[in-house]
Structures are given as structure tokens and as C-alpha cells.
């Protein structure tokens, strides 16, 4: 059992920067599968950048339309993911989700945080 708390999120002019923060309850040092999702206005949730942190090493991947704009880091010492984002676009307007995935690629046993609102308008 873990519990995500996210911030950082808001209001930001388009070619903006925002950097969200994901809090867990508990270590993180054992969960190697986080990731951050997003959902804008009346469309499905999307996996934007994911994270992964094992014995191999650390591992990334983002969402194509994301790429060299997004950063997704972990700082297991502070129990906390962030997701650095840069030249921000309108449409990446969305709830930004933090999202732990404590069981396997087979067998997901999901956490999720409540949500942040990034709005990129001018």
C-alpha cells in the first residue's frame, strides 16, 4: 500500500516550465515501475513518461509528443518522482496523474495520486 500526493501544477503561459512532484507515503526504493499520466479534457488517460529503477539500472520513456520537452526523474532519498517540463504547449493541457506500479507488466497492481491540473494558455 502506498499513497501519492502530486503538486506543482497550474496556470503557465505556452513556451512556460512546471515542475511536478509526486510524494510517497512510504520508500520508494523498492518500486521500480513509476510513471506519470495525463488526462486532457474529454479524453482517455495517457502514459507521458514512465520510470523504471532496478538491479539493470534506471530506464526511461516518454510519450512521443513529449520527448525533449519532458523529463521524468526520481529522487529515492526524498520518496519522490518529478516530472520536469519545459516549453509548454496548450495541448498539454490535462490532470497530470502520478501512478506507482507496485506488481509486474503481467500483473499490475496500481496506485494513483489524486491529480494536478496543468492549464498552458496565454
Known amino acids: 500500500q502506498v499513497q501519492l500526493v502530486e503538486s506543482g501544477g497550474g496556470l503557465v503561459q505556452p513556451g512556460g516550465s512546471l515542475r511536478l512532484s509526486c510524494a510517497a507515503s512510504?520508500?520508494?526504493?523498492?518500486?521500480?515501475?513509476m510513471g506519470w499520466y495525463r488526462q486532457p479534457p474529454g479524453k482517455r488517460r495517457e502514459l507521458v513518461a514512465r520510470?523504471?529503477?532496478?538491479?539493470?539500472?534506471?530506464?526511461?520513456n516518454y510519450l512521443d509528443s513529449v520527448k525533449g520537452r519532458f523529463t521524468i526523474s526520481r529522487d529515492n532519498a526524498k520518496n519522490t518522482v518529478y516530472l520536469q517540463m519545459t516549453s509548454l504547449k496548450p495541448e498539454d493541457t490535462a490532470v497530470y496523474y502520478c501512478n506507482v506500479n507496485a506488481g509486474s507488466s503481467l500483473a499490475r497492481v496500481d496506485y494513483w495520486g489524486q491529480g494536478t491540473q496543468v492549464t498552458v494558455s496565454s
Open positions: 512510504r520508500s520508494i526504493s523498492s518500486l521500480y515501475d
Open positions: 520510470i523504471t529503477d532496478g538491479f539493470s539500472g534506471v530506464s526511461t
